[in-house]
């Protein structure tokens, strides 16, 4: 007789937690993106198409095939070391942009303005300009910190906050225009 599934008080709370996180994630990045509609040029944007949404899995797989080409290529120590950093910067980005409005709304008492910087890159006609603020350093420290401890042990917890940040953030960059092409991703 096959074991049954006991629904336990840890188990319940695993579930809850689950769908929690899991709907909140896309009810966050789903409002975040509509603020982003809001800003952005509408003509300027690039919209998910049905049409589009074939090339997905073809994209995907051909990146899957270019990593196994090198794993195979290269020693995979090196390859782990060069992803780990790739996705640790992702991270940073990705908790960073996630938590800036929260920051920015409930510590605006600090430092709101932000100074202005000029970096001139050779090859580029125009310098780069960017703005950075205190609550900018602040949450850039927090995000680091953040990464130090994922790399350091590995916990679940900072790995649950990037993969959290990581959704959120890939909703909110979505625009799909339809509801149909939204669930042609789904399937």
Known sequence: MADELVLTTDL???????????????????????????????DDSEVLNSSDTWKIPVFASAFLFGMYLV???????????????????????????????????????????EKEFNFSVPLMESPLQFGVSTVDIL???????????????????????FGYCFAIQAISNLDMGKYKTGSFLLV
């Open 12 to 42: 319940t709370i695993t579930y809850v937690a689950i769908v929690t996180m899991a709907s909140s994630a896309v009810y966050l990045g789903s409002h975040m993106s509509l603020k982003l509609l809001d800003e952005k040029d509408k």
């Open 71 to 113: 794993f195979k290529t290269f020693k995979k120590e090196y390859v782990n070391a060069v992803l780990m950093a790739y996705i640790l910067l992702f991270a940073i980005m990705s908790v960073f942009n996630t938590f800036r409005p929260i920051f920015k709304k409930y510590l605006s008492s600090i430092d709101s303005a």
């Open 139 to 161: 949450l850039t420290i927090l995000c680091v910190l953040n990464t130090l401890w994922y790399t350091a042990t590995e916990h679940w917890i900072s790995n649950n906050i």
